[in-house]
C-alpha cells in the first residue's frame, strides 16, 4: 500500500436531481483524485468503509467492545427517519437510519435493541425534563 496519507477533501458537489455526489481527494504529495458515485455506489462505498473501519477498531482492541461513556462530541448529521427491520429469515434485527430516501441499516442483537430502547427513553425523559433557569 502506498503510505501517502489524505490531507484534503475538496470540490464537493452534489448533482442538480440529487442523483450523484462528486468530490476531490488530496494527498500528501499534492495528487489527486477525483471520485463521482451514484445512490447505489454511495451506499456500497459507505457499507465497504464502514466494514473496514469496524474491522480496524476490532484489530485495535483485540475484540473487546470498548463502552460509550458519558458526554462526547458526535457529528452532528440528523437523520430524517429511525426505525427497526427484521431480516428476511427472522433471526437479526436492524437499525434502520434514513436521511430522506438513503438508508442505511445496521444488525444488532436483540439484546443490546433492547437496551438501546431503555437508553433512548432514559434520555428523552432527561431531555424533557424542566430544567432549574435561574437567573
Do not use: W
Request: net charge negative.
Amino acid at each position: 500500500m502506498d503510505p501517502q496519507k489524505l490531507t484534503k477533501i475538496s470540490d464537493t458537489a452534489i448533482g442538480d436531481t440529487g442523483a450523484g455526489i462528486e468530490l476531490s481527494l488530496i494527498r500528501e504529495d499534492g495528487s489527486t483524485f477525483h471520485f463521482r458515485a451514484y445512490k447505489h455506489e454511495l451506499h456500497h462505498l459507505i457499507v465497504t468503509l464502514t466494514k473496514m473501519a469496524r474491522e480496524a477498531a476490532r484489530i485495535r482492541t483485540g475484540g473487546r467492545n470498548i463502552p460509550i461513556s458519558g458526554p462526547s462530541e458526535y457529528d452532528d448529521l440528523p437523520v430524517t427517519q429511525v426505525g427497526v427491520g427484521i431480516s428476511l429469515d427472522q433471526k437479526s434485527l436492524f437499525l434502520l437510519l434514513r436521511f430522506f430516501d438513503f438508508d442505511l441499516s445496521y444488525r444488532v442483537d436483540h439484546k443490546e435493541l433492547k437496551s438501546i430502547a431503555n437508553s433512548f427513553v432514559e434520555m428523552v425523559k432527561a431531555l424533557e425534563a424542566p430544567t432549574d433557569r435561574a437567573h
